[in-house]
């Protein structure tokens, strides 16, 4: 098992969260996997990055203790793991190339920090590195830490061969089962016996790295809108729209899926899907996505937003917010060959959008609910 200090990983940490955490070497990239249809909601936590270190001392520096201390400015977002949530680590060669770290949050009355320095934190605690320990013919665990005090942790590494211990650890020494190449899933499982809810859980490819938070029962989009039950083809797409701040319910606890969409809102909760930053979504969004609209040429002043979206005119404005892809031809005998949505038919079948109606119909006229709507567009940005 290869060691590293804690308190590198630390300094990493530390100043990775400066900029975006998602363009890992040899293009790695992480999702979350529920299960299908399950309307899961992953969030992400904005909390205060506050990392706490070991420092070695002693014969051969063995003797291990936390004493580094690194203030990695005052925020930044972790992902949140709900229990039955898979991370999946997708553009690696080998699993081997893949790192891991444990964090547990601890709240400090006092310590060795400057007065006032842990108060006010938003979300707020400092973060331990976790020590992985593993003796021979037993399964790998962390090191125990008291959160009541966790500056008197001590430990003296054995360094007897018989022992092994680091700061992070693969894939394959956490007891995850491994593929070698491809995707290599991190299951939730294994997840939440190695780590408590509430640890932290650091993925490093090369300089890259992903943060996530193990927060236990999962949040359900039917928790949130009683007009959408899980395990039905709406869950998903509609648990994506809300995290994706693509659109809120028509009420507090209401989602409406079977009410009819106009085209100011699908170009609206399109917008939304296409702008790069991270705004939250507010009133004006609408004339922004008309506009927006307007200067793709994607509209024209005959325009009128109460109008209500038809299946044409949905996979219409969705392949043309795509920068109008090629794909091959479909077959419709609804859709004649010269129609003018006829390029975004072939594109939204040949992307996984959406199918005909029937095996020969495309029903191009008929009006789309919401519900509809927001699954077109979680498969145009998911599949």
């Known amino acids: 098992m290869k060691k590293i200090s804690t308190f590198f990983l630390a300094l990493a940490l530390c100043l990775g969260l400066a900029v975006p955490a998602f363009a890992a070497d040899g293009g790695a990239h992480l999702t979350s996997k529920a299960p299908k ?51 999946v680590v997708s553009g690696v060669k ?11 949050a601890a709240n400090l009355e006092d ?15 400092y973060l331990f590195a976790r020590l992985f320990v593993q003796e021979s013919g037993k399964d790998i665990s962390l090191l125990p830490l008291n959160t009541d005090d966790p500056m008197e942790f001590e430990y003296d590494d054995p360094k007897d061969g018989k022992t092994l211990v680091a ?54 989009v039917s928790d949130v809108f009683t007009d959408v039950d899980t395990g039905t083809w709406v869950s998903d797409p509609v648990a994506w729209a809300l995290m994706s701040d693509i659109t809120n319910g028509t009420a507090e606890d209401k989602f409406s899926p079977e009410q009819n969409c106009t085209q100011a809102q699908i170009l609206t909760f399109l917008y939304r899907a296409a702008r790069e930053e991270q705004v939250k979504s507010s009133s004006e969004d609408m004339e922004l996505a008309v506009q927006w609209a307007r200067e793709k040429g994607m509209i024209d002043d005959s325009f009128d937003g109460s109008t209500p979206c038809t299946r044409a005119t949905a996979v219409s404005y969705i392949w043309q917010a795509f920068d109008k892809p090629d794909a091959q031809a479909s077959s419709f005998t609804d859709v004649p060959t010269d129609a003018p949505y006829g390029y975004a038919v072939d594109w939204a079948v040949e992307k996984g959008v959406t199918n005909g109606t029937s095996d020969t119909a495309f029903s191009p006229d008929k009006v789309c609910s919401r519900g509809e709507i927001v699954t077109f567009l979680y498969r145009a940005y998911n599949n």
């Open 167 to 220: 700061g992070n650890i693969t894939p394959a020494d956490a007891g995850f089962q491994v593929n070698g190449d491809g995707d290599v899933v991190l299951n939730s499982e294994r997840l939440y016996e190695l780590l408590d809810e509430g640890d932290l859980l650091q993925v490093i490819v090369g300089n890259s790295f992903w943060l996530y938070r193990l927060s236990g029962t999962p949040l359900l």
């Open 94 to 104: 080998s699993a081997d190339e893949i790192r891991l770290c444990a964090f547990t």
């Open 37 to 87: 249809n399950s309307g899961t909601i992953f969030l992400s936590q904005r909390m205060a990055i506050k990392l706490v270190g070991f420092a070695r001392s002693g014969s051969n520096n063995t003797h291990i203790t936390y004493g580094t201390f690194q203030d990695c400015g005052d925020s930044g977002y972790v992902k949140l793991a709900p229990k039955g949530v898979d991370i």
């Open 111 to 125: 310590g060795p920090f400057e007065e006032g320095q842990f108060k006010d934190l938003p979300g707020g605690a």
